[in-house]
């Protein structure tokens, strides 16, 4: 009989999910009863001229949504080494929501359950409910909800997406020696609009690039 394999969250540090933040993953109780994946895509609703309906035009793919609810249970039921609820939740709160000084931000989060749940992202909100208390008051059980929100880092979304769409945001990395009129050519085989992508960047220059790593590349509404 296999063994039972709990749900944890692992926190990490940089953006790419390969530096963990010291210490062990968060390792629930118990298991969740559900785990909600949500996803989802905006569209700009159109109407053509002469026409009664309208028609939808591709915006953006937000971010995956992951939510679930567990419980911490600290009489002694579930686990007998674990009846402390108040270093249950601050060890949970430390890896998934205190703000971390080193990333000037909390932890990038990890949540892993079996083979198929692999799940990188970023908390949403937690809520906690106490459900079971001591006759001093001290709380014995908690159901706790936890939203998160799938992350990726820029420079993955510009290896995801379509280089030549000038519909999408692109994080482009300035290679030395190109102009901006270049760069728009090699992104969206059309350097016609480096005006545009100078005007949202704050750029005085078009030529020489020097001394600039990264420029965004916002969506470009054609003229034509």
Partial sequence: MASLE?????????EEFQNKFPGNPYTFMINPDTVKLQKSIDYNEQQA?????????????????LNFDIVIDCTGVV??????????????ETIIYTYNGKIHRPNFVKIQWGQDITFSGVLNSIDISYTLFKPDGSPL?????????QYISPETVTMT?????PDLTHIVTVTEGM???????????DDSFYVQVAAYNKL?????????????????????
């Fill in 49 to 65: 001229p002469a026409t009664s309906s309208t028609s939808q035009k591709y915006k953006s793919t937000p971010s995956d949504k």
């Fill in 179 to 189: 102009s901006l009129p270049q760069l728009c050519l090699k992104t969206w085989n």
């Fill in 141 to 149: 059980r908690a159901k706790i909800s936890l939203a998160f929100s």
């Fill in 6 to 14: 709990l749900m944890k969250i692992t926190g990490y540090t940089d």
């Fill in 161 to 165: 997406d379509a280089p030549e769409s």
């Fill in 79 to 92: 686990d007998a080494k674990r009846v402390d609820m108040a270093q249950e939740i601050k060890a949970l």
């Fill in 204 to 224: 005085n220059k078009f030529r020489n690039l020097s001394g600039i790593d990264k420029l965004i590349f916002p969506p470009i509404i054609s003229n034509s």
